[in-house]
T-cell receptor, first 114, second 114 residues
Framework: DAGVTQSPTHLIKTRGQQVTLRCSPISGHKSVSWYQQVLGQGPQFIFQYYEKEERGRGNFPDRFSARQFPNYSSELNVNALLLGDSALYLC?????????????FGPGTRLTVL | AQSVTQLGSHVSVSEGALVLLRCNYSSSVPPYLFWYVQYPNQGLQLLLKYTSAATLVKGINGFEAEFKKSETSFHLTKPSAHMSDAAEYFCAVSDRGTGNQFYFGTGTSLTVIP
């Protein structure tokens, strides 16, 4: 089975622009989470979606938004980009029926804001 | 909120030596605990997880971790380091109740010296 896929792999934007990142979960997984990993730090939770509903939100500004589609894929949108938004954005999928909430991560999208 | 502390942002060991990476969590109720590995320019790969079935957990690539409630620790070990173990290692915790969000430590970079 295919793992979690993300697109694009790399992205370069300038300050003030908007960006959309995409994620496709493992087949059968209905939950998708997004994380931001700044260089040299651990991933920070941004959002979790399950069945198209937001289930959790981390401490990120309203410039960050996300949605989940009927096929359980997801998009993360970031508006008015700042230099500090440069990071690796990770998507993870999980099966909420699992008792342990084990999350499976994609390879990430590397965003550079100039 | 949960938090995870990884002592030692950089650890160096000789090839064949014992690997010990430290992780402590803060929670009054034992959470679910995970160790992930991240190779350069890649996403996170699950090494092992603690879900209360056993305090000593064996994972992939010869790694194991022991859950110690009295010490609120979940240290990762490997008896004999291999060059291919060089990577970034992250400890993560998930609440048992909601299971929605992972809290990651800041990571430990492991260098293996030939």
């Amino acid at each position: 089975d295919a793992g979690v896929t993300q697109s694009p792999t790399h992205l370069i934007k300038t300050r003030g622009q908007q960006v959309t990142l995409r994620c496709s979960p493992i087949s059968g997984h209905k939950s998708v989470s997004w994380y931001q990993q700044v260089l040299g730090q651990g991933p920070q939770f941004i959002f979790q979606y399950y069945e198209k509903e937001e289930r959790g939100r981390g401490n990120f500004p309203d410039r960050f938004s996300a949605r989940q589609f009927p096929n359980y894929s997801s998009e993360l949108n970031v508006n008015a980009l700042l230099l500090g938004d440069s990071a690796l954005y990770l998507c993870a999928s999980s099966d909420p029926r699992s008792s342990y909430n084990e999350q499976f991560f994609g390879p990430g999208t590397r965003l550079t804001v100039l | 909120a949960q938090s995870v502390t990884q002592l030692g942002s950089h650890v160096s060991v000789s090839e064949g030596a014992l690997v010990l990476l430290r992780c402590n969590y803060s929670s009054s109720v034992p959470p679910y605990l995970f160790w992930y590995v991240q190779y350069p320019n890649q996403g996170l790969q699950l090494l092992l997880k603690y879900t209360s079935a056993a305090t000593l957990v064996k994972g992939i690539n010869g790694f194991e971790a022991e859950f110690k409630k009295s010490e609120t620790s979940f240290h990762l070990t490997k008896p004999s380091a291999h060059m291919s173990d060089a990577a970034e290692y992250f400890c993560a915790v998930s609440d048992r109740g909601t299971g929605n969000q992972f809290y990651f430590g800041t990571g430990t970079s492991l260098t293996v010296i030939p």
